[in-house]
């Protein structure tokens, strides 16, 4: 007979918790009775309760074959199945026991989970809507039923269930994270935020609240709130990847770049396949200038996840500033095969293409990228930039840059977002002019060249200066220009609307734009309109197309009066130059001419490639052609992209052993590239700009074929101020005719050469007192006929 005694006994330990003992005594009632159900039951529950599902399933079994029939033992069987990850077998015993009873919640409760961890999801919602339907107050079964609708993307539908969980349990943290989170993948920030915070409060110590909200915080521009709240939760939940990867986009954002590197590896060492930490990585440690090390961070993410695009475009990108365009080229045809119409991958392979002197492409791929996507600001003004290496029209250059205000601009002074008008200018008694200028090449950059000598001879007095800097790693330029400013703003991690808004507290009255559609530009940040005056300067040469941007600053040889009406902006003259060059370095100086001691003369364009045409190929073939000495020194990448420029050479009649390529190289050896040339030639439609003041810098004349936009017609304006002007051809002939003349004068050319320095540093172009005052005339004199005609107003 069975030992009633010994059952009670092992029950009495079971229910204390003394899992050991009780299995003792269980087993041992097996022993004197093999077929005592209840107590094999009880070894089930013993194996659930230790997470051993496996041994529960063979005690039930064991039992249900002596009692087949039992509930208990099919509902405990069901659920060692599905502890056990065997969800199907669980689904068909649920099934089974629901035909019995279908009245149970629990019944209908277990069944939905187990065929939502199948992902047969509609079933699964069916099952959810019976538990609510039996017991209306389930938050959970509510909650559940909304997670699922939301994997069917039944968005309403799942926000309806998130709210009846709320109505059934208002603090319910599992349904308010839920429904924060729905509401902020529909763009619902504001809601969002309420519903997360809620959570929040609901749970102070719950990771997955804490991360979420920091998450959106972050995405709301509030990553100084976010940041205590994810560090919180890595302290709460130091195993958690997806805590420490949140934490490093969040310390990203503020700029902390060696703390969010830190908290990548982190995550890395929890889930090595953490494919977005990785890539995110990459971009740390790129921006710290660990390039090195970001590449691996990248290959990293991509071994992980090998269809990841974004990491294919980042990788490419390093690739591209580390000059290694073929790499460059194959990441990101590698990325167009997964993704063939992703936007950002067009441009990306865009700059790629005009980096490497393929033009055409380059701007057949920007005008890709923004229809796939028009909303891609950064594309759009690639091309519209692009366009002026093409371009020998401003008319085709203006109605892009008006297509591009259409589309970007338009839309802000529409008022999809909210606007400050800036205060009217007035013409208060001994005001100082707060002039702000914006760019985030304050660095070791061409840009320096010209804002050292503008910011080291402003005159203080009467202007205070703002930088507004984007620089992601200052260095020592950095630090030497801000000595020239009364007030330095660090502004790298705001976006343009926060940028616009600080700017306007700041009460600033004319802002000066340095960069607008090249690289790291804030276009958006002036269609905002923070400041009474507008004005557009320096690196980018032609028209923005952007209206809430008053003037750009030109001279009278780069922008003839009928130059006027190629621009959206009213156009201010500078009385010499549009350049004032400070080359930053006495060395090295200039060598005699090449050309005495090779016996040949040599030209040379140490342009970007972007500006080899195949129309400046045709004019200097004809220059070639007729001094069949002569040889070239030409700046081109290495690799397949140098390859295609010199069958293009070729193609337009250039021999091309007798050119000698450079690579892009360090400012230092850059010029002294330059001992090896004795001529320079200019590219057309797109004159040398920076390019041509170095090559004369360093004793090398140039003779340019004048332009008919501002962008071709720069090589006449340094040569007028320098008193060359019969360097500057009008006409293709002429180019010829002035290139081989000189070409054949080395008297000539040797006595350039040891002047065109001194001739330099006495023009306008090296006269920084004189630019400043020019410059603030400008100002001064736009600012006063705004304030006359708001008086009048």
């Not at 703390?259 to 740390?284: F, I, K, T, V, W």
């Not at 340095?514 to 690196?539: I, S």
Request: with cysteine.
């Amino acid at each position: 007979m069975p030992d009633a005694s010994l059952f009670d006994r092992a029950s009495e330990r079971h229910f204390a918790g003394d899992l050991p003992h009780a299995r003792q005594l269980y087993l041992e009632l097996l022993n004197t009775d093999a077929a005592h159900a209840a107590a094999m039951f009880r070894l089930a529950v013993i194996g659930l309760q230790e997470g051993a599902p496996d041994e529960a399933t063979g005690w039930l079994e064991r039992a249900l074959a002596i009692e087949p029939g039992h509930r208990r033992y099919r509902e405990a069987l069901a659920q060692a199945h599905a502890m056990a990850g065997r969800h199907g077998a669980a689904a068909t015993l649920y099934h089974a026991l629901l035909a019995e009873d279908a009245a149970s919640a629990d019944l209908w409760f277990a069944l939905a989970t187990a065929l939502q961890a199948q992902g047969r999801l509609s079933e699964a919602v069916e099952a959810w809507r019976a538990v609510v339907q039996r017991e209306a107050q389930r938050a959970d079964a509510w909650n559940n039923l909304g997670n699922c609708l939301r994997l069917l993307d039944h968005a309403d539908a799942s926000r309806d269930a998130y709210t009846r969980a709320l109505e059934a349990q208002p603090g319910d943290a599992n349904a308010l994270t839920n429904l924060g989170t729905l509401l902020q993948a529909q763009g619902r920030d504001d809601e969002a935020l309420a519903m997360l915070r809620a959570a929040h409060l609901a749970a102070p110590d719950s990771a997955s609240a804490l991360v979420n909200l920091g998450v959106l915080l972050t995405r709301m521009q509030q990553a100084h709130e976010a940041a205590p709240l994810l560090a919180r939760a890595v302290a709460i939940e130091p195993h958690l990847a997806h805590a420490a990867y949140n934490y490093g986009v969040t310390l990203q954002a503020l700029g902390r770049l060696d703390e969010a590197a830190a908290q990548y590896r982190q995550a890395l060492s929890l889930d090595p396949a953490h494919a977005e930490a990785a890539n995110n990585l990459g971009n740390a440690l790129r921006d710290l200038g660990e390039h090195r090390a970001a590449q691996d961070a990248y290959e990293t993410a991509l071994r992980a996840r090998p269809d990841f695009v974004d990491a294919y475009n980042n990788a490419a990108n390093l690739m591209r500033t580390l000059g290694r365009l073929d790499d460059a080229h194959a990441l990101l045809r590698r990325a167009l095969d997964l993704d063939p119409a992703r936007s950002a991958t067009l441009n990306n392979l865009g700059n790629v293409l005009k980096d490497s002197g393929d033009l055409d492409e380059g701007i057949a791929c920007f005008r890709r990228a923004v229809a796939s996507e028009p909303g891609n600001v950064i594309a759009h003004g690639n091309l519209l930039y692009a366009l002026s290496f093409q371009a020998s029209d401003a008319g085709e250059i203006l109605e892009e840059a008006q297509r591009w205000s259409a589309r970007h601009e338009a839309p802000l002074r529409a008022g999809r977002e909210p606007a400050v008008t800036p205060p009217a200018p007035t013409l208060a008694a001994g005001k100082r002019l707060r002039i702000g200028y914006v760019s985030a090449d304050f660095r070791e950059h061409c840009q320096a060249l010209f804002m050292t000598p503008l910011l080291a001879h402003h005159d203080r007095t009467r202007f205070e200066i703002h930088a507004y800097s984007s620089v992601v790693r200052p260095d020592a330029r950095t630090a030497r220009l801000a000595e020239w400013v009364d007030v330095w703003h660090d502004v790298r991690t705001l976006d343009d609307a926060a940028l616009a808004q600080r700017i306007r507290a700041d009460g600033i009255d004319i802002l000066v734009d340095l960069t607008m559609h090249m690289a790291d530009g804030r276009p958006l940040l002036f269609a905002r309109k923070p400041a009474p005056l507008q004005v557009a300067w320096l690196a980018y040469p032609g028209t923005t197309g952007i209206g809430a941007i008053d003037w750009r600053l030109t001279d009278p040889h780069l922008d003839p009066l009928a130059h006027d009406a190629h621009y959206t902006e009213r156009t201010w003259r500078l009385p010499d130059t549009f350049w004032c060059y400070d080359p930053l370095a006495a060395q090295p100086e200039p060598n005699a001419l090449p050309a005495e001691s090779a016996g040949h003369v040599t030209f040379g364009s140490l342009n970007n490639p972007c500006k080899l045409t195949d129309t400046t190929f045709r004019l200097w073939a004809r220059v070639f052609e007729r001094l069949p000495t002569a040889r070239l020194v030409l700046l081109a990448p290495e690799g397949d992209a140098r390859r295609r420029i010199g069958q293009r050479m070729a193609h337009a009649g250039i021999d091309v052993t007798r050119v000698v390529f450079v690579p892009f190289r360090a400012r230092d050896a850059y010029l002294r590239s330059y001992h090896e040339i004795d001529i320079g030639l200019d590219t057309l439609p797109y004159n040398g700009h920076t390019t041509s003041l170095d090559a004369l810098w360093m004793g090398v004349p140039v003779v340019t074929r004048v332009g008919a936009t501002v962008a071709g017609r720069a090589g006449l304006s340094q040569l007028a101020n320098l008193g060359l002007s019969e360097l500057a051809a009008a006409s293709d002939e002429s180019f010829v005719e002035t290139a081989v003349a000189l070409a054949q004068d080395l008297p000539r050319l040797a006595a350039l050469r040891a002047t065109l320095r001194a001739r330099m540093e006495v023009s306008p172009l090296m006269d920084g007192a004189r630019f400043a005052r020019a410059v603030e005339t400008a100002f001064s004199s736009m600012w006063s006929a705004a304030a006359s005609r708001a008086e009048r107003t």
